[in-house]
Structures are given as structure tokens and as C-alpha cells.
């Protein structure tokens, strides 16, 4: 029998909910339920599909209040919830707006002027997505929704540890009898994920380095894709004519936004020696302002640290700093109130690559933040990683911006803001070293991943073709 898996609250530390994951065999009982409606899904075409998506947009508005609650009761947070709702409902209409033309059929001519060229795509059956904690809703439905769009029955794994919402999101998703059948939520952890991958044609993973491996060495074992979305350890560089106004609320903002847990946050920043005390001191000023989101969750923007785990990373990595010199300016601990694990927005001085802060993922609101004299420099410090997801450039010239962001290996660079990709899902990107593998989930190729690709090569005379063997 599977042992069932109890769940924590992250603002109380009370184990207050409990998930039973499904045995293997049920599991491959829900995917062969789902490739069976596939079929029909994707019959209907895709302004069957558009129809369908809109209507259980519809179901979410209705109820939207409990599965609002049931997300702040996952990660202990309010605003950050309800901007992840709204993402997630914006990227309906994104996608159903985008998806037509994207699935429109092409024919041109070949380089042999009697063979004419068709082109078509068709869907992969289906897609597994396992999703991580951080967001649970919204990385759950990140890709969920482009390949429901693109005909694929999809089934998704949440995070363990943030559950609740799948509940509230599963009753919406039964009034709309033709999704029902192709999109289905499973319960878990590693073990049903595992298990997820063995039944699904293409498997999207977001979540750590270390799984991302096992994950991608088991989508090769059974000869699938696999698109991974996973560390980052983002930098900031503030040049010396950067608007510090502006470069410090832009940076706040992307390192503490739901509390520091993001992949995309700001982890490390490196300013202008001339700037450098002027920089830090702001920041610190402003860090100074926000508030935790306790008693209340509208007492304040800092949420709880979701994870239990992470809390004691996020404090190794301040315990390894302050042991070798590092500066706490504000914060500059995790601590338990309420029984759940909170830390308050955190600026370091005094930092370099021999401390963890400066090296691996924290995922906390921590703003390490070090000068350096020369372009040259900056640009080593920021690739000395191996971690290549996205950066943020401050200037005044957009220009020299754009050179040094080239010589960045990352996949996305904000220009005069930060962690832009988080709310601008236009711009198509890799994910460069350990941060991940695969196409861009962003963009058409967010798309037309979930599509593969099929050529219909067509005679079009009767004469022999000047290849063909000489049969006189």
C-alpha cells in the first residue's frame, strides 16, 4: 500500500493535510484513460480546444476564492498568490490567442521544382510535468497550457510539498467534460514522478539540478524529450552610471519577491567601486521598509519560507558567509515565529566566490552584494558560475549594456529592471550550464515543443526522376 505523505503548513509548522499517492499501476491506469481521450482532443481541432480552455477559465473565475485560499495556505502568501492566479488565467488567453496561427499547416517548394514540400505537426500524446513548490499553481500550468492547445492530453505531478491547490483546480476542471478527459492532477513525490515519467511521451521538469539529472537520465533510458527548468543564481551588475533609484527598487524587488524563492531571483550583486557605498546603503534603506506578512498574510510583503528544508540551506549559506568576514547590514537570519520559518530581507557586504552565498542557490531574500573595479572583472565574476539562467544589467547606455549582457552566459538578460522574464513571456531563451536543457518554454517554441514535426513530399509530373537508376 502507498504510504500516505503528510504535509506541513508553512506559517503554522503544523502537519495539517495529507496526500496518498497512487500506486504505479494506477498511474499507468490515468495515462492510458488520457491517451484514449487524446484522440478526440485533438479531432476537435484547435478552435474546439480554444473552447474548451475558455470554459474552464470560467469554472476558475467562479471559484476563485477557494482556490485562492488553498494556494495561501501552500506557500503562506497572499499577493504573490493572486498575481499567480491572474498569470495563470492571463496565459489562457495568451496562448489561445497565439496557438491558430502557430498551428497553421505551410507548403513551399523544394529545391526540386517537380517534388513540392507539405508541412504539418502533430501532438505528442502525452506530456508529464512534474512542478516544484515555489509556484505551485502557475508552474504546474506553465506548460500545461500550451500543450493542452497543441492536442496533447497532459498529466502533472505538484510539488509534495505545496498540494492543496491541485483539489479546488480538479473540481473546475470537471465541469468541462472534454478537458476532464485529457488533463489530470496525480499526487506524490519522487516515487510518483518516477513512475510518471515511465508512461508519457515527453516529460517537462521544473525543479533542482540534482533531480533534473536523474530525470533526464530516465527521459533517455526511454528515448523521450525532456525539458528541464532548473537552478539559477542569478547576478545583478549596477555600472557606475546606473540610476541607483531605479537599479535598487529594481533589485529589491527581484531578490525578495516571494521571499527570495524564485529561480529567477537576483542571488548575487556586483556594483561600481564608485557607486559601491552609496548602492548598498539605499538597498538597505529600502529592505528596511518591507514588512513580514505576519501575524496576518496582509500584515506584510515577506511570506514564509515555504520549504522546511530550504530554511536550513538559507541559514547555512549566512552562517558560511559570516564565519569568513561577510557583513550584515539588515536581516541575517531564519527564524521560527508562529512555528513557521521566516527571513527578512537580507543585505551582505563584504562577500566573495569562497562563500556559499556567492556560489550556490539560496532561494532566500538575500542580496550579497560586492564591488568590482573593471567591465573585464564583472564579467568573470557574473559567468563564475555554474549556473546560466538569466542576469540584470543597470546602465545608462542601453548600448554598453547589450555588449557586456552578450558576453553573460545566460539565457535572459533584463535591461534597467530585473527578473523581467518572470512577467514577459514573449522572449524566447535557453537555459545556459546546470540551469537546464531543452527549448525555450517561452514564446512560439514554447509551443511547438509539444509538436513533432511531419514533411509530405509530393511528385507533382510523371517523368522520371534524374536520380533514379537508368533502366535503359
Known amino acids: 500500500m502507498t504510504k500516505p505523505i503528510e504535509v506541513r503548513n508553512p506559517r503554522t509548522g503544523k502537519f495539517d493535510y495529507v496526500i496518498v499517492p497512487p500506486p504505479p499501476k ?33 469554472a476558475i473565475l467562479s471559484d476563485r476564492q477557494q482556490l485562492t485560499d488553498t494556494l495561501v495556505t501552500d506557500t503562506g502568501r497572499l499577493s504573490t498568490s493572486v498575481l499567480e492566479i491572474d498569470s495563470f488565467l492571463n496565459s489562457i488567453d495568451r496562448w489561445c490567442n497565439l496557438a491558430p496561427q502557430l498551428l497553421q499547416e505551410t507548403a513551399k517548394n523544394t529545391s526540386a521544382p517537380f517534388i513540392s514540400l507539405q508541412q504539418t505537426a502533430v501532438p505528442y500524446t502525452l506530456i508529464g510535468i512534474i512542478s516544484p513548490w515555489n509556484f505551485p499553481l502557475l508552474l504546474s500550468t506553465i506548460d500545461t497550457i500550451p500543450a493542452l492547445l497543441a492536442g496533447c492530453a497532459v498529466i502533472v505531478k505538484p510539488s509534495e510539498i505545496t498540494p492543496r491547490f491541485a483539489a479546488p483546480l480538479m473540481n473546475t476542471l470537471n465541469t468541462v467534460p472534454q478537458l476532464r478527459d485529457v488533463l489530470n492532477f496525480v499526487e506524490g513525490a519522487g516515487q510518483t514522478g518516477a513512475a510518471l515519467i515511465e508512461d508519457v511521451d515527453l516529460i517537462c521538469f521544473t525543479g533542482s539540478v540534482e533531480t533534473g539529472r536523474i530525470v533526464a537520465e530516465t527521459a533517455a533510458r526511454n528515448f523521450i524529450p525532456a525539458y528541464l527548468e532548473l537552478g539559477g543564481k542569478d547576478p545583478a551588475i549596477v555600472l ?5 533609484d531605479l537599479a535598487t527598487s529594481a533589485i529589491l524587488w527581484g531578490s525578495v519577491v516571494n521571499a527570495g524563492q524564485s529561480c529567477l531571483s537576483i542571488e548575487r550583486i556586483y556594483v561600481a567601486e564608485s557607486i559601491f557605498e552609496r548602492f548598498y546603503h539605499q538597498l538597505v534603506a529600502k529592505a528596511h521598509n518591507l514588512q513580514l506578512a505576519y501575524p496576518t498574510v496582509e ?7 515555504i520549504s522546511e528544508k530550504q530554511a536550513v540551506i538559507i541559514n547555512e549559506h549566512l552562517h558560511d558567509a559570516i564565519d569568513k568576514g561577510a557583513i550584515i547590514h539588515c536581516g541575517g537570519k531564519v527564524e521560527e515565529i508562529g512555528g513557521g520559518w521566516w527571513c527578512r530581507p537580507t543585505v551582505i557586504t563584504n562577500v566573495n566566490h569562497s562563500m556559499k552565498i556567492m556560489t550556490e542557490e539560496t532561494f532566500g531574500p538575500i542580496m550579497p552584494t560586492m564591488s568590482f ?12 558560475s555554474i549556473y546560466g539562467l538569466s542576469a540584470a544589467i543597470f546602465s545608462e547606455s542601453t548600448e554598453l ?7 553573460l552566459d545566460v539565457g535572459a538578460i533584463s535591461i534597467n ?20 536543457l531543452g527549448g525555450s518554454r517561452m514564446g512560439a517554441s514554447g509551443f511547438k515543443r509539444f509538436l513533432r514535426k511531419k514533411a509530405f513530399l509530393i511528385k507533382t509530373n510523371t517523368n522520371k526522376d534524374p536520380w533514379w537508376f537508368n533502366e535503359e
Open 26 to 58: 494506477l498511474i499507468s491506469q490515468q495515462c492510458h484513460r488520457l491517451r484514449r481521450g487524446q484522440i478526440a482532443w485533438q479531432e476537435i481541432g484547435i478552435e474546439g480546444r480554444i473552447v474548451a480552455l475558455k470554459q474552464w477559465q470560467q
Open 240 to 244: 557606475e552610471s546606473a540610476d541607483l
Open 373 to 384: 573595479s573593471t567591465i573585464e572583472e564583472v564579467i568573470d565574476l557574473a559567468n563564475d
Open 401 to 407: 549594456a547589450l555588449e557586456i549582457g552578450m558576453q
Open 417 to 436: 529592471d530585473a527578473s523581467l522574464t518572470a512577467m514577459i513571456h514573449e522572449g524566447e531563451k535557453n537555459s545556459f550550464k546546470f540551469s537546464g
Open 299 to 305: 500584515s506584510g510583503e515577506i511570506g514564509p519560507i
